[in-house]
């Protein structure tokens, strides 16, 4: 059983920056892979990012790719979405989420290949 705490979530404008974390429990952190997904009022769930268990390798939606970078810390059982330049349509409830324990790597963009959610994150950006 894995518990996931997300934090640093808020209000910026347009262009800033805020980073993201997911505090996660137990002892086999560096085994999950791990992902960000938003929802944003009135839409489906989305896939933002996520962080393979392998080797680190990163992965984003096209939406946010060379703006929002992903990173884990294993000695801190911590997972991170650094977001840069802003813009309105970011807002959204940001969850983090890990997959099965040891699970195929390559099974990373669909939220059925998530096992455990946090409980979210309000991001909003204003114009």
């Known amino acids: 059983q894995v518990q996931l705490v997300e934090s640093g979530g808020g209000l910026v404008q347009t262009g800033a920056s805020l980073r993201l974390s997911c505090a996660a429990s137990?002892?086999?952190?560096?085994?999950?892979?791990m992902g960000w997904f938003r929802q944003a009022p009135g839409k489906e769930r989305e896939f933002v990012a996520a962080?393979?268990?392998?080797?680190?390798?990163?992965y984003y939606a096209d939406s946010v790719k060379g703006r929002f970078t992903i990173s884990r810390d294993n000695a801190k059982n911590t997972v991170y979405l650094r977001m840069n330049s802003l813009k309105p349509e970011d807002t959204a409830v940001y969850y983090c989420?890990?997959?099965?324990?040891?699970?195929?790597?390559?099974?990373?963009?669909?939220?059925?290949?998530?096992?455990?959610w946090g409980q979210g994150t309000q991001v909003t950006v204003s114009s």
């Open positions: 137990g002892r086999t952190f560096n085994r999950y892979t």
């Open positions: 962080i393979v268990w392998s080797d680190d390798s990163t």
């Open positions: 989420a890990a997959g099965s324990l040891g699970g195929n790597v390559k099974l990373y963009r669909s939220r059925n290949d998530y096992v455990y």
